[in-house]
């Protein structure tokens, strides 16, 4: 390899490695966004950042559409005082240029159905690059972490 082409090889790497990062920095934002709109109850910006085939399977098992949370959130059938990932916690991993996973601990306090809950878990994101942008296609929580 001749120095001109390794120094265009090298330019390449570093410019892909810095799209990778810009990308990681844009999905870690964009699921804090979508953090903050659940706790919102804010369906239109959860529209806008699911994907159209987005599950969520939950620590008992359960699976949840995005038609699902979309409707709940509609409905306001949770309250939410508290939906946050715990700072520090959140991690993005990238696999190759369009698919990120992101993994935090979140921590939940609301009320449903008259029964209020508090809760930590850790979830799992999965983010997919469409032409409309990145969009949250699979998500996995787990069950509730001890208290302690």
């Known amino acids: 390899m001749t120095r001109t082409a390794a120094a ?3 330019a390449l790497a570093l410019s892909a490695g810095a799209a ?3 990308d990681a920095a844009t999905v870690a934002a964009l699921d804090v966004q979508y953090q903050a709109a659940v706790k919102a109850n804010d369906a239109e910006t959860m529209a806008k950042i699911l994907h ?8 008992s098992g359960a699976v949840i559409t995005r038609d699902d949370l979309l409707s709940e ?3 306001q059938t949770i309250a939410y005082e508290v939906q946050d990932e715990e700072p520090g916690s959140q991690t993005v991993r990238m ?7 992101v993994t935090a601990k979140l921590r939940l306090k609301y009320v449903a159905g008259g029964k209020a809950f508090d809760r930590t878990l850790w979830f799992s994101d999965t983010y997919v690059r469409t032409a409309d942008g990145w969009r949250y296609a699979f998500g996995q929580a787990s069950l509730a972490l001890p208290q302690g």
């Open 52 to 59: 159209p085939q987005m599950i969520l399977v939950v620590g």
């Open 95 to 101: 696999f190759g240029a369009d698919t990120a996973v």
């Open 8 to 10: 265009a090889a090298a």
């Open 73 to 75: 959130s509609r409905k």
């Open 20 to 22: 990778q990062a810009d």
